[in-house]
């Protein structure tokens, strides 16, 4: 069958059934996990299980993402750029008029996308559906060092390939950064992914899905200096084949992007990455099988401390207690201050 006629109402007639029957699997499956090429450990699939106890979703649907996502890219080798988009747009059932909207004052705008769902399709569909308004780029870690980027480089290749083209793509070193920036700052679209975490030593401890996330602050960073808007975006399962991508709302980064004050730019920035990784939570916690990190996430056994406000009280005692410095009397302090104050 040749792509061209491989359409979704064609796909459903194959495929639907079988993709059901994957997703309601509860119990692992190794002659599955090895057809779709998934090398998991007991480590992994403990992992699976307590993702699916905590969200009560099943094993399947994490099988029947990556099932979709093999078939996908099956039909993505096989097809030319103009194949490629329609069957991404025909998987799509995205209303984009609802970040239409945002794009009327001119202003850059940084689209903080996710590796969950089909965040691939979602990110093609992306730059596809507004690059006759805007430059837009894709922003990732270059291949030599993320070697499974190297898919991004040949579809990008593929679709946006012409030189006059408006869609471009940008490796996530020095010069990237700062074409990012000047981009941005010209009122250009990036999409950038947040949940990324290179070096562990430049990353924060953000509480997410009942654990400790560390994360780097360098997407709410590239928003903050250069002056654009920061919106959140996640691709959802919306049954065999189909999905959306929800919008969230702006994330103010709380700062002039001027302002060079180091500490204050390091909490506006973790600030906004709270706030954009809160929207998140809210759809990944529907199914977290679907989020690609969800394996080394799941197996923490490191639940993000949550106090109770009546346990402040306690807490603080027993700090005081084994402190000496705030176990000693309060003392009087005299403060010559009564001639300034009449």
């Given amino acids: 069958m040749h792509i061209e006629r491989l359409t979704l109402h064609g796909l459903y007639a194959v495929l639907r059934l079988g993709l059901l029957a994957v997703e309601r699997m509860t119990q692992p499956n190794k002659t599955l996990e090895s057809w779709l090429e998934l090398p998991l450990t007991d480590i992994d699939r403990a992992s699976l299980r307590s993702a699916c106890g905590e969200?009560?979703?099943?094993?399947?649907?994490?099988?029947?993402?990556?099932?979709?996502?093999?078939?996908?890219?099956?039909?993505?080798?096989?097809?030319?750029?103009?194949?490629?988009?329609?069957?991404a747009r025909s998987l799509d059932t995205t209303d984009y008029s609802e970040f239409s909207f945002r794009l009327q004052d001119g202003q850059g705008v940084v689209i903080a996308l996710p590796h969950y769902g089909h965040y691939v399709v979602t990110a093609i569909n992306l730059m596809e559906h507004f690059r006759e308004r805007r430059d837009i780029y894709m922003l990732y870690g270059s291949p030599e060092h993320h070697p499974g980027n190297a898919l991004f480089d040949v579809l990008s290749g593929i679709l946006f390939g012409d030189a006059t083209c408006r869609a471009k793509r940008l490796h996530a070193d020095s010069r990237g950064l700062a074409t990012a920036v000047r981009a941005l700052k010209a009122g250009a679209i990036l999409?950038?992914?947040?949940?990324?975490?290179?070096?562990?030593?430049?990353?924060?401890?953000?509480?997410?899905?009942?654990?400790?996330?560390?994360?780097?602050?360098?997407?709410?960073?590239?928003?903050?200096?250069s002056g654009a808007s920061l919106i959140p975006a996640i691709s959802r399962h919306e049954g065999p084949l189909r999905f959306s991508t929800l919008f969230g709302k702006g994330v103010s980064t709380g700062l002039p992007a001027d302002r060079a004050d180091r500490a204050l730019a390091q909490a506006s920035d973790y600030g906004a990455t709270l706030k954009m990784f809160e929207f998140f939570e809210t759809i990944m916690a529907e199914n977290p099988t679907h989020w690609q990190y969800a394996l080394g996430h799941y197996a923490s056994r490191s639940p993000f401390p949550v106090m109770d406000p009546s346990d402040v009280e306690p807490t603080w005692r027993c700090i005081r207690d084994v402190n000496p410095i705030l176990r000693a009397p309060p003392v009087a302090i005299e403060l010559a201050c009564q001639e300034q104050c009449q």
Avoid: N, W
Wanted: positive net charge; charged residues 25%.
């Fill in 191 to 225: 999409i950038t992914m947040p949940d990324v975490c290179p070096d562990e030593q430049h990353a924060y401890v953000i509480p997410f899905l009942r654990r400790q996330l560390q994360i780097p602050l360098g997407t709410a960073s590239l928003a903050r200096r």
């Fill in 55 to 87: 969200s009560r979703t099943r094993m399947g649907g994490y099988y029947r993402l990556y099932a979709e996502k093999k078939l996908i890219s099956s039909a993505l080798r096989r097809s030319d750029g103009a194949s490629l988009l329609r069957l």
